[in-house]
């Protein structure tokens, strides 16, 4: 009897498994990885550098890179926008993602002034 519980309750697990992989793997079109969302927590600027450990700015606070930073992504989990200087000079409202499509060295992020940042090295 112990044994026909064990291997009913195996059978269960199997099937479960199963299931919840056909549902995984209908999720995304055949042949095609589904890109990580970035994520960050409340309160903080997440910098994903393209190799290494996510750097957590606190909301208000400024952060200089030296030697510049190649990054994946900035995800912006405060209630401020920012300024980021690097490849070429942007802004990340609140709450906002930056991926960026081709190669960007981010040099520095700063709380924007009056919720504008300058667009152009200077």
Do not use: H, W
Not at 48 to 75: K, M
Not at 90 to 103: K, M, N, Q, S, Y
Request: net charge neutral.
């Amino acid at each position: 009897m112990r044994r026909t519980r064990l291997s009913a309750t195996l059978a269960t697990l199997a099937l479960t498994a199963a299931l919840a992989g056909t549902a995984t793997a209908t999720a995304a079109p055949p042949g095609a990885d589904a890109p990580a969302a970035p994520s960050c927590v409340k309160g903080y600027v997440c910098v994903q550098p393209l190799n290494g450990f996510t750097i957590l700015v606190p909301e208000g606070s400024g952060q200089d890179f030296d030697p510049p930073l190649a990054i994946a992504s900035v995800v912006n989990e405060t209630s401020t926008a920012y300024c980021l200087t690097g490849t070429y000079n942007t802004g990340i409202a609140p709450g906002g993602v930056l991926e960026p499509t081709t190669a960007y060295t981010l040099r520095g992020l700063t709380p924007a002034p009056g919720r504008v940042c300058a667009t152009t090295e200077g």
